[in-house]
């Protein structure tokens, strides 16, 4: 049985899982039989029950089958495509956020430039004096800012920067998957990861995600199923 997991990066990927003959056998027994006892699957292969735990171990957790106490395993009826498709749009923000980079509204161009350079991150995160966030700058927008004869030393970074309440961010308990459409339809980069201020006055910035993020995310899935 061949499962084949294909991901969009800047070429087509395919990942391909084989499942052993016995792996295969034990689904069409627990398809054929279901609900049935290890005791049953390892009788109908000739073999004992402690050879059969690993391989049962692994359809469980992979989700080809599910176990019951005192009832027995179950064939879910899923395709590997399904299964990997769930697991996707059950992934949260919170497991794959990064450490948000952020600079008073009070500091200047130059020195917002200077910070985005040292951190080596394409977006910074700009937060008034109550530490809420205040707006977003993107390389676009500083690299704007320094064109011409403009006096990047004197110009506050809050006059180029996108304010609240025009900036999309999310927080740590939305869907990946949900950031991710949010990114291709924005044509954006990275959004802040927010949660509301004790005083419920504004934002505060407890992290970033980035398109980085995001396919780190697949790529780790992808990882996984092929262990």
Request: charged share 25%; aromatic share 6%.
């Amino acid at each position: 049985m061949r499962i084949s997991i294909t991901h969009w990066m800047r070429q087509k990927v395919v990942y391909t899982i084989e499942l052993n003959k016995r792996q295969q056998k034990i689904i069409e027994i627990v398809k054929d039989n279901g609900p049935i006892t290890g005791e049953q699957i390892a009788d109908q292969l000739d073999l004992t029950r402690a050879t059969l735990r690993p391989d049962l171990a692994i359809l469980t957790m992979a989700g080809y089958l599910d176990a019951r106490p005192r009832v027995g395993y179950f064939y879910t009826g899923k395709t590997g495509s399904q299964l990997l498709t769930e697991k996707i749009k059950k992934i949260k923000v919170a497991e794959f956020t990064s450490m948000p980079v952020v600079v008073q509204d009070s500091a200047t161009v130059y020195e917002a430039i200077c910070t985005m350079f040292l951190e080596d991150v394409g977006t910074l995160f700009i937060i008034n004096k109550n530490g809420h966030l205040a707006g977003v700058a993107s390389r676009k927008d500083l690299l704007r800012a320094s064109m011409g004869k403009q006096e990047i030393n004197s110009i506050p970074i809050n006059i180029i920067m996108t304010r609240m309440p025009n900036i999309t961010y999310c927080f740590k308990e939305d869907f990946l998957l949900d950031i991710a459409h949010i990114l291709i339809r924005k044509q954006i980069d990275c959004l802040p990861v927010v949660k509301r201020s004790e005083d419920e006055s504004g934002f505060d910035v407890v992290g970033r995600i980035t398109k980085t993020n995001i396919t780190k995310a697949f790529v780790e899935l992808a990882h996984d199923e092929l262990l």
